[in-house]
């Protein structure tokens, strides 16, 4: 059987292969397992967390206005997912991107780290902060 388009009258149906050796698309994740994807991490300061296993995070950042070339503080209000409840307001936290759990939630909340603190206990002097024994 021919096809009716002139540009595929050499390409008969008894040609094309009908079967398929691609994999079927893998299922996705069980709702409760968040991904993390890799992207640059949202620091923010905890406003409001009266919703449960929700926070509102203020996050402010700087941009250059077109006009002006300043530099403007840009502030957005977002919601994360905070599924244990374990950020009060006032809280520094990071917020790194995920697939949407709601209509305006798409970022999970984590501890914010700040980098500039040494790891393993020590303080910026190299001295350990053990406690003391008398505090024991």
Known sequence: ???????????SLSNLSLTSSAKPPPTPFPHSRLTIRALKPIHGKVICHTNDKTVNVRVIRY????????????VKKLQAHDPENKFKVGDLVTLERCRPISKTKHHIAVPYVDPHTPKGGESADGVLNLPLQSAQ
């Open 63 to 74: 941009a250059i206005s077109p006009k002006y070339k300043k530099r403007m503080r840009v």
């Open 1 to 11: 059987m021919l096809l009716s388009n002139p540009f595929l009258q050499s390409l």
